[in-house]
């Protein structure tokens, strides 16, 4: 998700238009950057800089600025995909917590972030600053993510789409490189 845009609050027109879609970066592109899976009702990304090991985000293939928006069967698959991603980086990373944040401040489109916690994180016992990713992940930490997805999905008889995915193990699915 892009993370360096200012609040346009102020700016109402420009506001207006970034809710409703017409000047959303993420409907603009036809997709967020930094897709690892597509679910049946969103795309999870995983950017190669994360405050996090195991940071992910659920951003709603439909554009909505507030959960409720969304028609009720939209919303219950987008619910369902960001408790099935949820689930699948708990299993991967085996952290003490999982976070969830919605915000759309800068964005209004919504999205999860999806932030595993652990003892010593950087972040530890304060809120996360996404502003400062501290983590850069390689090309085999997105196949450790995008694996734990697909395992998550097959257990439920269905697939990832998208590509493919490797279940590859390395680090004990942490990140390789503290930035």
């Known amino acids: ?38 679910l049946p009702a969103s795309w999870v990304t995983a950017p190669r800089k994360a405050p996090l090991p195991g940071y992910v985000c659920v951003v709603s293939k439909t554009h909505a600025v507030e959960p409720f928006e969304l028609p009720s069967k939209v919303r219950a698959r987008f619910w369902q995909d960001v408790l099935v991603v949820g ?3 708990a299993a991967r ?6 976070n969830y944040e919605i915000h759309g401040n800068s964005i209004p489109h919504l999205h999860v972030h999806i932030y595993p916690r652990f003892v010593g994180d950087p972040f530890e016992g304060k809120p996360i600053d996404w502003r400062r990713p501290r983590f850069v992940r390689h090309a085999r930490d997105i196949a450790l993510i995008r694996g734990s997805l697909a395992a998550a999905l097959n257990s439920r ?13 390395s680090n004990n699915g942490h990140l390789s490189k503290k930035v």
């Open 93 to 98: 990373f085996k952290p003490v917590k999982m």
């Open 1 to 38: 998700m892009p993370r360096n845009r200012k609040v346009a609050w102020r700016d109402a027109e420009g506001w207006a238009r970034l809710r409703d879609g017409t000047a959303c970066p993420i409907c603009k592109g036809g997709k967020p950057k930094d897709v690892v899976a597509e």
């Open 157 to 169: 008889g269905r697939r990832l789409r998208g590509g493919r995915a490797d279940p590859l193990t």
């Open 87 to 89: 689930k699948s980086v």
